[in-house]
């Protein structure tokens, strides 16, 4: 038997506004910190955009399998890794939406992870990992206040993962993690389809980065060799693996956004679980029930220094972390930690974490080649220059209501 989780990353950022459209608003305070700081209207119009190509009809589509499938003796199932800036975009913006995955998750076919709420680096910051912890016990509620429901499994931001980072998520109460399936990492015979250990003893399901871009990257390219993907070609790759699990992780936004409609990603999804029916040993299942189900089969092992991800050629934090702008503003931001909870103005606390969101860093990432043009595809501000003037003034502006040095 091998089995097959479908999982899904979903996150907004709350982008910024360039700097001469917020120098004016010296005195702004409590709740208009938000609108002061950040673009309301260019959130709101990115988040629509998404929702009409994604959030909305790839959800009812995953709505209405999750009802098929139900009383099928092999069910579909699915799990979503959704932030907490995305879940606030939802209550904003449309909260018919957020009644979609709602009733997802009524139908108990739907995994909910957690991880931080704002999408952040906080897992880097120091040993304690203070904030950190504060933000995945903020996401976990939400969730719980959402979905009724807390998380058993955690998914950190972009899966970085190291050996410290699990034991503070053991810590946490968690009963595994998710990271990447790094090839360094699964030195000798260790394949990503096992369920290992970190070393503090915590479930480490890894993401098959292979099979998940086969759908959520190469699905669209007519040069790649396996184009065009049918469902029934890509159960039966599934079926020749005769590993015990296979974690399919993906960005829920590649589904009618980065591949269109027109590109067949909604139907490739909608005969997937048809077509994984025809091989007895495919079964779906979610994060915790694989934790649960399977044996933990070894040990890997990330020292603190040698943090991997998701993101980019490396699996490393270089996509954030890489140049002295993302690292400049990084430790800024750490930085003020300190003024900016010690103020107990919650509004300026909100807006520090917003910023922690680890899009700001990303869209300064000055690499080039294939991860460059990915960088760039996702900016929200045209240059890798502007992104850093928004940031950076936004944190000179913040630390000054904070009384920071």
């Avoid at 709101?44 to 499938?69: Q, W």
């Avoid at 979905?147 to 053991?170: D, H, S, Y």
């Avoid at 959520?216 to 039966?236: E, I």
């Avoid at 010690?342 to 990303?362: A, F, I, K, Q």
Wanted: net charge negative; hydrophobic share 40%.
């Amino acid at each position: 038997m091998t089995l097959i989780t479908l999982f899904f990353f979903a996150h907004q950022p709350d982008r910024l506004l360039p700097y001469d459209r917020r120098r004016e608003g010296e005195n702004v305070s409590g709740r208009d910190l938000h609108d002061h700081f950040f673009d309301d209207t260019l959130n709101r119009e990115v988040f629509h955009k998404v929702a009409g190509k994604c959030y909305r009809p790839a959800t009812s589509l995953l709505l209405d399998l999750a009802k098929r499938y139900k009383d099928h003796d092999k069910p579909f199932r699915v799990a979503f890794g959704i932030s907490g800036t995305l879940l606030d975009q939802m209550e904003r913006y449309d909260s018919a939406l957020l009644d979609i995955f709602k009733e997802l998750a009524d139908t108990g076919m739907a995994e909910f992870t957690g991880e931080t709420y704002y999408h952040s680096l906080a897992s880097l910051f120091d040993a304690e990992r203070i904030e950190f912890k504060e933000q995945a016990e903020m996401h976990a509620q939400k969730l719980k206040d959402l979905f009724g429901v807390r998380p058993c499994v955690f998914r950190n931001t972009e899966c970085l993962f190291n050996n410290g980072i699990a034991a503070t998520v053991q810590a946490l109460g968690y009963e595994g993690i998710i990271t990447e399936g790094v090839d360094w990492v699964l030195e000798g015979w260790k394949s990503p389809d096992f369920i290992y250990r970190a070393p503090c003893g915590l479930p480490t399901l890894l993401r098959n980065y292979r099979l998940s871009d086969d759908v959520g990257y190469r699905f669209t390219n007519r040069d790649w060799d396996g184009w065009p993907l049918s469902a029934d070609t890509f159960a039966g790759w599934l079926a020749g693996n005769t590993d015990m699990h296979t974690l399919l992780a993906l960005d829920y936004e590649a589904i009618g956004e980065h591949m269109w409609a027109d590109s067949g990603i909604f139907e490739f999804l909608r005969h997937l679980p048809g077509e994984m029916e025809k091989h007895a040993q495919l079964e779906f299942t979610t994060p915790t029930e694989a934790v649960r189900r399977l044996p933990v089969m070894g040990e890997i092992s990330v020292d603190d220094y040698a943090t991997i991800s998701w993101a980019d050629m490396e699996r490393d934090t270089s996509a954030w972390l890489g140049n002295e702008m993302q690292r400049f503003c990084y430790e800024e931001l750490k930085r003020l930690e300190g003024s900016v909870k010690e103020s107990g103005d919650p509004y300026l606390l909100d807006s520090w974490r917003r910023m922690l969101t680890s899009d700001h860093l990303y869209y300064m990432a000055s690499k080039s080649m294939s991860d460059g043009d990915v960088h760039k595809y996702f900016s929200a501000y045209g240059s890798l220059f502007e992104a850093f003037l928004r940031l950076h003034t936004a944190i000179l502006d913040l630390r000054k209501r904070a009384g920071g040095d």
